[in-house]
Every structure is written in C-alpha cells, then in structure tokens.
C-alpha cells in the first residue's frame, strides 16, 4: 500500500484503507517506509461490507447510500457496530418511522469514528490518503474531512492503490 501510495502521492504520510472485508491504517515516513500499521479483520464492523449490508437494511443502493446520508439534516445515533445488531437497530427504526437518511448519516457516522480511532492510534500526521472502495463514498469523504478537521486525498481510482503497489514491487520498479 504504502508504495502505491507515494507512486501517486509522493507527499503522504498515512494512509486510510477501507475495503470490503476490513479497514487499516499505514503510517509512512519521509521516505515512504511504513513506522506502524494497524488492521481491523475480526469482523465487518467499520469495513465496506457493514455499509453494504445496512445500505441494503435501509433500502438503498451503494451508489446511493453516502449521497442520501448527505442530504439528512441530522443523524441518529446507531449504538453497535456489529453488523448483526446494527441491522437490527436499524431494522427497528425503519419501523418506528425513523427518517431512512438520518439512520444512514448516523451510520456513516459510526464508521467515521472507528476509522478516525484507527488513524489516531497510528499517529494520523501529514497528508492523508484515503484508499479502498468507501473512498467512492461521499458521505464517508466529508464526513472524515469533518473529523480530522483537514483535507483528505482519494485517489481516483481508490481501490486500486494496493494493487498498484504490488505491481510496482514485482516489477522491481521500487
């Protein structure tokens, strides 16, 4: 990750990887060597495959999921992150009459606080790249830019950074 990610970015210095089947955070040095890494692989909580599943409990499409949170004009406070009880909390509000928007911002919300956990524990400092296909989402954008209270970068193509890196590295380019 880290080589494709200076590939692209020769500034970063960490890196925020959510994907469909776990999240993790890369802190990099000057020189693009990584000083600490952490993963979350245990479970689906915090990871592509949470959003998915509650963007189906809620009635959306992924494509459309970050763009409806974005238009709530505030959030619900979802309490667990594990996926079966948040489908669950979820499945309750959609039947106490619970604006749909406001349960996905609030999601959106608990992924950010995860996610924002993680970078901090890896010493979130300098450019911030975030990586892995809930980069595509913009509610999961500006909702981090909204916690780190700075700029992210999301690379056009965001869930090929790792691949990217990996070309590189076999290729013996780096």
């Known amino acids: 990750y880290g080589v494709g990610a200076r590939m692209l970015f020769p500034n970063v210095r960490t890196i925020l990887d959510i994907g469909g089947q776990d999240s993790k955070t890369i802190a990099l040095n000057e020189n693009g060597k990584i000083t600490k890494f952490e993963m979350n692989d245990r479970c689906a909580a915090g990871t592509g495959k949470f959003l998915e599943i509650m963007a189906h409990a809620l009635g959306f499409g992924m494509d459309e999921f970050g763009v409806e949170a974005l238009k709530a004009t505030k959030d ?4 667990s992150m594990c996926t079966v009880f948040a489908e669950s909390e979820v499945t309750s509000l959609v039947a106490k009459g619970e604006d749909r928007r406001e349960i996905a911002l609030g999601l959106h919300r608990s992924v950010v606080r995860r996610a924002v956990g993680m970078l901090k524990r890896v010493s979130c400092n300098g450019n911030i790249l975030f990586a892995g296909g809930v980069a595509k989402n913009s509610c999961m954008c500006s909702l981090l830019e909204d916690a780190l209270e700075q700029k992210i970068t999301v690379p ?14 076999a290729g013996g380019i780096c």
């Not at 619900?76 to 309490?79: E, G, K, P, T, V």
């Not at 950074?161 to 590189?168: F, S, T």
């Open 76 to 79: 619900l406070h979802i309490n």
């Open 156 to 169: 056009q193509n965001p869930q090929m950074v790792g691949a990217l890196g990996a070309a590189i590295l």
